[in-house]
């Protein structure tokens, strides 16, 4: 999967131009009126080999007690709306994949796939009955592209689970110790997964703070 860049001007999630800026010391961010995102000036991000430096210093394993606790939140919805046996996908895994070993733990068949760590194209053209996507969104420059494709990887009664913190007003965001990680650069806010779910005509669930579900609609229902 190959991340695009947008035209300047237009937010990278649903194209619009009625974008206005937010100044955050020596951060310039620009947030769109029509579904709330937040990304950052795009000449102000990383190159890939610093941000792959920041993820390289991360402790995040397979075995932490801790670092389970907090994928649980995504992974209890995928147990509760898809059980095993389902065939999963967890997108930017990285190098340390736990959510993978927990659901083949509790008998789900599972790919992975990250683009420094896992990088195995072939895991993009399958289908699943679950996508997991955890604290991933955040780092991506061109969301609408990325989850496009995870969308149409889903089986007709799939399940794709977004973890990543919600951005609120533009007061909070501007303290908000989330966009303190260089490589946190695109923030999304319940209005922003509601117009996902509008686009891909999906229902959209916010079972936590930092959780978003999205299944795609039963014939004749209206999105929620």
């Not at 950052?40 to 390289?56: F, G, I, M, N, T």
Request: proline share 8%; glycine share 4%.
């Amino acid at each position: 999967m190959l991340q695009t860049e947008n035209p300047t001007g237009c937010c990278p999630l649903c194209g619009s131009d009625d974008l206005y800026p937010l100044s955050c010391k020596e951060r310039l961010y620009y947030r769109c009126r029509t579904c709330e995102l937040v990304h950052l000036e795009p000449a102000q991000r990383l190159s890939e080999q610093a941000e792959k430096a920041v993820y390289d210093d991360h402790e995040n394993t397979v075995d932490d007690p801790g670092y389970r606790r907090f994928l649980s939140r995504a992974f209890d919805q995928v147990r509760q709306q898809q059980p095993p046996p389902a065939k999963g996908l967890d997108f930017g895994c990285g190098p340390g994949p736990a959510l993978v070993e927990m659901a083949r733990e509790a008998g789900y068949e599972m790919s992975l796939y990250d683009k420094y760590y896992h990088p195995d194209l072939a895991s993009l053209q399958q289908s699943y009955d679950f996508i997991t996507c955890t604290e991933v969104v955040e780092h991506l420059a061109d969301p609408l592209t990325v989850l496009d494709q995870l969308w149409s990887l889903l089986t007709p009664n799939g399940l794709l689970v977004l973890q990543t913190k919600r951005v609120l007003d533009d007061e909070r965001f501007r303290s908000w110790h989330y966009r303190n990680d260089p490589t946190h650069i695109t923030f999304f806010a319940e209005t922003s997964f509601r117009w996902l779910a509008q686009h891909w005509q999906a229902s959209v669930s916010f079972p936590h703070a930092d959780v978003a579900c999205f299944s795609p609609l039963i014939r004749g229902s209206t999105p929620r």
